[in-house]
């Protein structure tokens, strides 16, 4: 059954009267009803792709955080053969906000880290929301040391709100292991990419993110902090998240433009949520055009592409 945002009230409207006449075409009603249900087909794909094309920031905030919108499992399943996940950090335990391990894309050898949120309530809890923990990260840096020996690519599939704020956490490392894990993705010499496929939040997002390409979905959100965290530190008021999304620049297009991504992922009309294997397929694609770029580049200018790519974000254009 799909779950509808509130500001996709009107399509939803018009979607539910498309059912009606559907249900009553199928029980062999008057002729009539077609020529008004193609009619009403019509108008609802029409109120869809218009609603879409000017989505607000904090529309897109709800859109990437859509509980119907395909997570890490679901790529995963999609475009990665024979995916082996490993787990625990060897040192502490295991998280299972961070899922991790080897496969092929493609035909090709891959790592695979990234934050999985869970798509019910025993699977959300299981995953922590895909906040994850000190344990998960040092684990994201095992893998990406281990792949780094191997000469085999990195993938970072991101969907996080952030890591965990919690007390065990910060009393395990939790700045500690995020810095660790975001010097192990700039150091690497073999090609890494990432995709920011709903949310990209805070260090949590940044810990895997640090690669030679980052790519987002259209209607994901890559930000420093979430919206209402963001509004609670500006104005003491959380009830201002709309008001922080906006002024953040938190959207791929704004993000392109800064230069903080490298590239959008079109999502199929009305988010990847209405078509998860269009919105997964079109992913795949993308991820394989990035990694060509790399095809046949040495381990020293891999991490020389990816150093000058972060430096620029910090440099002022000549003349500014």
């Given at each position: 059954?799909?779950?509808?945002?509130?500001?996709?009230?009107?399509?939803?409207?018009?979607?539910?009267?498309?059912?009606?006449?559907?249900?009553?075409?199928?029980?062999?009603?008057?002729?009539?009803?077609?020529?008004?249900?193609?009619?009403?087909?019509?108008?609802?794909?029409?109120?869809?792709?218009?609603?879409?094309?000017?989505?607000?920031?904090?529309?897109?905030?709800?859109?990437?955080?859509?509980?119907?919108?395909?997570?890490?499992?679901?790529?995963?399943?999609?475009?990665?053969?024979?995916?082996?996940?490993?787990?625990?950090?060897?040192?502490?335990?295991?998280?299972?906000?961070?899922?991790?391990?080897?496969?092929?894309?493609?035909?090709?050898?891959?790592?695979?880290?990234?934050?999985?949120?869970?798509?019910?309530?025993?699977?959300?809890?299981?995953?922590?929301?895909?906040?994850?923990?000190?344990?998960?990260?040092?684990?994201?840096?095992?893998?990406?040391?281990?792949?780094?020996?191997?000469?085999?690519?990195?993938?970072?599939?991101?969907?996080?709100?952030?890591?965990?704020?919690?007390?065990?956490?910060?009393?395990?490392?939790?700045?500690?292991?995020?810095?660790?894990?975001?010097?192990?993705?700039?150091?690497?010499?073999?090609?890494?990419?990432?995709v920011v496929v709903g949310e990209g939040g805070s260090?949590?997002?940044?810990?895997?993110?640090?690669?030679?390409?980052?790519?987002?979905?259209?209607?994901?959100?890559?930000?420093?902090?979430?919206?209402?965290?963001?509004?609670?530190?500006?104005?003491?008021?959380?009830?201002?998240?709309?008001?922080?999304?906006?002024?953040?620049?938190?959207?791929?297009?704004?993000?392109?433009?800064?230069?903080?991504?490298?590239?959008?992922?079109?999502?199929?009309?009305?988010?990847?949520?209405?078509?998860?294997?269009?919105?997964?397929?079109?992913?795949?694609?993308?991820?394989?055009?990035?990694?060509?770029?790399?095809?046949?580049?040495?381990?020293?200018?891999?991490?020389?592409?990816?150093?000058?790519?972060?430096l620029r974000m910090g440099r002022k254009p000549v003349?500014?």
């Open positions: 059954m799909r779950s509808y945002l509130d500001f996709e009230k009107p399509v939803a409207e018009l979607e539910a009267k498309v059912e009606e006449l559907q249900a009553l075409a199928a029980r062999g009603g008057p002729v009539s009803i077609g020529e008004e249900l193609t009619r009403l087909e019509v108008k609802a794909a029409r109120a869809l792709a218009d609603l879409y094309k000017d989505l607000t920031p904090w529309q897109k905030t709800l859109v990437a955080r859509h509980p119907q919108r395909p997570h890490f499992e679901d790529y995963v399943a999609g475009l990665i053969e024979d995916f082996t996940p490993l787990a625990g950090d060897r040192k502490f335990a295991e998280d299972a906000a961070i899922v991790a391990g080897f496969g092929r894309f493609r035909g090709q050898s891959i790592c695979v880290i990234g934050q999985e949120k869970g798509s019910d309530t025993k699977s959300r809890l299981e995953h922590n929301f895909g906040m994850a923990r000190p344990e998960g990260y040092r684990k994201a840096v095992r893998l990406m040391e281990l792949a780094d020996r191997f000469d085999i690519p990195v993938l970072s599939l991101v969907d996080t709100a952030g890591a965990f704020p919690g007390i065990d956490a910060e009393e395990r490392g939790q700045a500690e292991a995020i810095a660790r894990s975001t010097d192990a993705a700039l150091a690497l010499g073999v090609p890494n990419v990432a260090g949590g997002a940044v810990a895997i993110a640090s690669c030679n390409r980052v790519l987002m979905l259209e209607h994901a959100i890559y930000t420093v902090a979430s919206p209402e965290a963001s509004a609670s530190i500006l104005w003491r008021d959380s009830g201002k998240a709309q008001d922080a999304a906006t002024s953040m620049k938190i959207t791929a297009q704004d993000l392109l433009k800064f230069g903080i991504i490298d590239a959008i992922v079109p999502e199929p009309v009305g988010g990847a949520h209405r078509d998860p294997q269009a919105a997964i397929a079109g992913t795949g694609n993308a991820i394989d055009q990035a990694f060509a770029r790399f095809a046949g580049m040495s381990r020293e200018d891999v991490r020389t592409e990816r150093a000058e790519k972060f003349g500014a």
